[in-house]
């Protein structure tokens, strides 16, 4: 899937890959063009502009002039940007984060290494030799709210010159990633410029964040020429869901990341991880010890995911038990009807969060495709910082509505938070083992979500940008 817009310059295309996530933000496509201040901000919902000091990568500071205001930049009407104070040379002083307005590229041999701006594009300029050449122009992404944040940028020099930039990028004032960019990243055949050097970075990655969390996209002076670099700038970043299913791992240790596996007191919400992780075909599973007669999975009940890469059916798991391709199961005991087998989200930081979790029966029967024990009911929960919230049942095997049951609500948690679930045993002693080892396949995905004060904006609006879930 590619980056919802591109921009074609006669031959070469900027453009990058999107992460197939919820909403997120484009910093291209949320740039505030405006032909007056009032009609533009900064900070401009989560995107502010500004420099960062030469020699601390923690000092921001923040631009507070809009050009044109009234006039446009060295006369070129097809740029806007933002750069510090009310002088005219403060776009230079302090470098500047701007926009090339109109549908064509705008180039200037006349201007310091060669300035180019491709048609539309976003490009942020290294400021000259007058305060500090060493001044780190800066784009800064301010997180909303908590969560994984899923985050693509690119970085190509813009100035026919060719002298080198440096590029990094700066979560919560520590780099986390930088390189080297030289050259010239366009080619323009009707300007007559082809491309040429290492001129363009890609960075991809995804990062955690607390809400109010800072990410710095940043450009500096590499030793070379007079300043005024000027690097094509975009970025993307997408709010990341918490999928059990995908995350599912006997690897990583319990917990592993955001959840943990384990028992469920039902009376009191007490969560007790799981100790032992094991692989047993078809599943990997986690249970408090490797099966041995009276004790393990059946005993405390386990959760597993089927790794076998087909559909396993398995009557003579007693009541029968079947996982479908890649299915994450759990498992309810069988001789203790006070707990349930399940997972528990520890929430990261603190936030909004949109849950959904789906239950479905799984026990197949004890003769399948027989029909003895099929579809015997299972009890299934979720808690929310120990608090029940639901309490329901599935039943039946691949027969219709009632073989599901499905929580989805929004949720505020504080760091440390937790969604706890779990299936239970129905302790009908005239079933196999008495109503436990019943199978019941989940989903769950927990999102960030947030809404923004003062009513809902879309992304892209032009003096709000806040995530829609």
């Not at 005993?299 to 996982?323: A, I, K, L, M, Y």
């Not at 029966?361 to 299934?380: A, I, K, M, Q, S």
């Amino acid at each position: 899937m590619m980056f919802k817009k591109s921009l074609s310059v006669i031959g070469i295309m900027f453009c990058l890959v999107a992460c197939q996530a919820v909403q997120g933000w484009d910093h291209n496509a949320d740039w505030p063009i405006a032909t007056e201040q009032a009609l533009s901000a900064n900070p401009n919902g989560v995107w502010s502009y500004g420099y960062l000091e030469s020699g601390d990568i923690t000092a921001f500071h923040i631009y507070d002039r809009f050009i044109p205001n009234p006039d446009p930049w060295a006369g070129e009407p097809a740029l806007s940007n933002w750069s510090l104070n009310g002088e005219w040379l403060g776009p230079d002083k302090y470098g500047n984060n701007g926009i090339n307005t109109s549908s064509g590229s705008v180039y200037h041999d006349d201007w310091p290494g060669d300035m180019y701006w491709a048609a539309g594009q976003t490009n942020m300029m290294t400021p000259d030799s007058s305060v500090d050449l060493y001044n780190q122009s800066c784009t800064r992404f301010t997180a909303p709210f908590a969560g994984k944040f899923e985050i693509h940028a690119t970085f190509i020099n813009s100035m026919y010159e060719g002298n080198p930039t440096h590029t990094k990028i700066v979560v919560n004032g520590s780099q986390v990633g930088a390189a080297q960019i030289d050259g010239f990243g366009f080619t323009d055949a009707g300007k007559g410029l082809t491309a040429y050097g290492n001129h363009t970075w890609n960075y991809s990655a995804t990062h955690t964040l607390a809400k109010d969390d800072t990410v710095d996209f940043v450009i500096q002076y590499a030793g070379v020429g007079d300043g005024y670099n000027q690097v094509a700038f975009d970025a993307e970043i997408s709010p990341v869901s918490y999928d059990y299913n995908a995350d599912f791992s006997i690897s990583n240790g319990n917990p592993n990341g955001v959840w943990t596996y384990g028992n469920v007191v039902k009376a009191t919400g007490q969560f007790l991880p799981y100790l032992t992780s094991l692989y047993d075909f078809p599943n990997e599973r986690w249970e408090n010890s490797a099966w041995s007669e009276g004790t393990g999975p059946d005993n405390e009940g386990c959760v597993t995911q089927n790794v076998s890469g087909t559909r396993q059916d398995w009557p003579t798991w007693e009541p029968g038990q079947s996982w479908t391709v890649d299915m994450t199961g759990m498992m309810s005991p069988i001789d203790d009807a006070s707990i349930g087998t399940g997972a528990r989200f520890t929430a990261p930081a603190a936030g909004i969060y949109s849950v959904n979790i789906m239950f479905e029966n799984r026990v197949c029967g004890t003769d399948y495709p027989g029909t003895t024990h099929r579809g015997l009911p299972t009890e299934v929960y979720v808690r929310v910082n120990a608090e029940l919230r639901m309490e329901e049942q599935v039943a039946g095997f691949e027969s219709g509505p009632e073989n599901f049951a499905s929580f989805a609500e929004t949720v505020s948690l504080e760091a440390g938070g937790t969604i706890d679930f779990y299936v239970g045993s129905d302790r009908n002693t005239s079933e196999p083992h008495g109503g436990g080892d019943h199978l019941v396949g989940v989903t769950a995905t927990i999102s960030p979500a947030a809404s923004c004060a003062g009513g809902i904006y879309l992304k892209g609006d032009l003096n709000q940008d806040c995530y829609v879930n």
